[in-house]
């Protein structure tokens, strides 16, 4: 069955994309690991959720196919409902209830899935995946509009000095696992309603490398990592909105002498008194004389790239609206920009001198 993404985020399906951005907003400070009540497993999903209900085009996809056309909220097969497992006498008699031989090792990422359905592990030399982990990063509102490279420390699971990640004491012999007999792999026979299957797992002595030192490095007793500083390179894209995360893959904890996990970042964007984001467009204010209205005039008008000139033309009305082309925010992951609107207000004297008040009656329209 299909994930619930609006369950999970706990929002009605009429919510606008503002309510959204909140619930997941509140869901994931909530879940952080880092927090007594953080769940990573509960981060995932509910980031999964937002990738979804957030994007306005695959909200629609959502809403009307159960799934996005990238493949989220599909509940397996290739179709949304499909059952992975249709398919007549396919899998060498699968469901007649003999014995059936896998080897999960030689089927890819197909191997993975039915691997993790029925219990089995990765192939040789994969041993566990290390965890995913999640980090938060503030940026000011102009490094959202252009992207900004950011460096940032994390204390999580790195490679072992020592051993260089291998286990072995330095200058200890390694020698091939005679559990598995170096493969990396043992057999696993899983009774199920379909009958036994047997599958190859991952060897638990080895942790799937098919080698053993005679003796266990003594800093990572043979895990291959330790907990430690690691400085890290985040590049940010142009044209990210507060909200968003940034997936940064094997930057999260490094599993026991095998692949490191992802790291996640949530970044926040401080707010700027000058210039409002409306989708990839930026929106100004500029305050003008009820002169320079009637009479026209040039202006400076703050952009994101610094002042710019701004030509007023006469009998410019009050809450007039220009457009600077290609000012306003980068597209994300695209070429081009969105462009500023520039708002026009006059301002109107609240009070006028005696020969202010004798030019203005004379004045004829």
Known sequence: MATDYYKVLGVDKAANQEEIKKAFRKLAHE????????NIDKFK??????????????????????????????????RPGGNPFAGGQGFGGFG?????????????????????????GAGRGQSARGHDLQAELTIDFKEAVFGVEKMIELNKQIKCANCAGSGAEPGSKINTCSTCGGSGRVVKIQQTILGNFQTQVTCSDCHGTGQKPDKKCGVCRGAGHTRGQ??????????????????????????????????????SVTKDKNFVREGDDIL???????????????????TVEGPISLKIPEGTQSRTQFRLKGKGVTHLR????????????????????????????????
Request: cysteine-free; aromatic content about 8%.
């Open 334 to 365: 695209q070429h081009g920009r969105g462009d500023q609107l520039v708002e026009v207000i006059v301002d109107i004297p609240k009070s006028l001198t005696r020969a202010q008040r004798k030019l203005v009656e004379q004045l004829t329209f």
């Open 45 to 78: 999903e509910i980031n999964e959720a937002y990738q979804v209900l957030g994007n306005t085009e695959k909200r629609q996809q959502y809403d009307q196919y159960g799934q996005t056309f990238s493949g989220a909220g599909s509940n397996g097969g290739g």
């Open 31 to 38: 879940h952080h690991p880092d927090k007594k009540t953080g």
């Open 284 to 302: 100004t204010e500029a305050h003008i004389s009820l002169k320079q209205a009637l009479l026209g005039d040039k202006i400076e008008i703050a």
């Open 230 to 267: 690691e400085k890290i390179k985040v590049i940010i894209p142009g044209g990210i909105s507060d909200g968003q995360t940034v997936k940064i893959s094997g930057k999260g904890d490094l599993g026991e002498r095998g692949q490191a996990g992802d790291l996640y970042i949530l970044v």
């Open 96 to 120: 007649q209830g003999g014995n059936v031989n896998f080897d999960f090792g030689e089927m890819g990422d197909l191997g993975d899935i039915f691997g993790s359905f029925f219990g089995g």
